[in-house]
């Protein structure tokens, strides 16, 4: 069974920082995705940034990007230059391919961007 | 262009009842997963409707049920309510089975008292 790890609960940085956020995964797949989704108060799921795991080059949205580490089932996000806007629950989920949208998250980083 | 709307956004039900809730999906997909999110966790998935069947499901109990209508909208149904499905439930739809993006509803919050 595949399972995600978020080992922060909470996180906190200076707007205008910079921040990373871990994430670590279990599976035995070879062709999977990785995503980060950001749920701010108003609870609706928003999709941040995407992985491929057949792809090496690190994927990057504006001011997010990750770092993923396959051999390590490493999977960190980072965000650059905090914004305010950015407060919210922070989730890491897994999906293996062609499953149908089976995807498994993790428990969460709330990341609270301070003025 | 419309996304993925759920109805109603807060309910509260007592043990023991049945509850209906409802998903339209974004505008031109036709793929409908459903997920349970309990407080301070992340979201479980629950099942998948795709041409009005049920495709794949998580490890749910039989009280929980769905159907998919065929305007794509979505039912999920959860009969004999017991305290522990107190929770965000949360609506995703995507275009076809094999896609890796979904888009997600705001959720229903489901109290059972």
């Given amino acids: ?115 | 262009d419309a996304g993925v709307t759920q109805s109603p956004t807060h309910l509260i039900k007592t043990r023991g009842q049945q509850v209906t809730l409802r998903c339209s999906p974004k505008s031109g997909h036709d793929t409908v997963s459903w997920y349970q999110q309990a407080l301070g966790q992340g979201p479980q998935f629950i099942f998948q409707y795709y041409e009005e069947e049920e495709r794949q499901r998580g490890n749910f109990p039989d009280r929980f049920s769905g159907h998919q209508f065929p305007n794509y909208s979505s039912e999920l149904n959860v009969n004999a309510l017991l305290l522990g499905d107190s929770a965000l439930y949360l609506c995703a739809s995507s275009l076809g089975v094999r896609v890796n993006e979904a888009f997600f509803g705001q959720g229903t919050r489901l109290t059972v008292v």
């Avoid at chain 1, 108003?42 to 994927?59: D, G, P, T």
């Avoid at chain 1, 770092?67 to 230059?81: P, T």
């Avoid at chain 1, 969460?108 to 961007?113: E, I, M």
């Fill in chain 1, 1 to 115: 069974a595949q399972t995600v790890t978020q080992s922060q609960p909470e996180m906190s940085v200076q707007e205008a920082e910079t921040v990373t956020l871990s994430c670590t995964y279990d599976t035995s797949e070879n062709n999977y995705y990785l995503f980060w989704y950001k749920q701010p108060p108003s609870r609706q799921m928003i999709l941040v940034i995407r992985q491929e795991a057949y792809k090496q080059q690190n994927a990057t949205e504006n001011r997010f990007s990750v770092n993923f580490q396959k051999a390590a089932k490493s999977f960190s996000l980072k965000i650059s230059d905090s914004q305010l806007g950015d407060t919210a629950m922070y989730f890491c989920a897994f999906m293996k391919q062609d499953n149908n949208n089976d995807m498994r998250f993790g428990a969460g980083t709330r990341l609270t961007v301070k003025p």
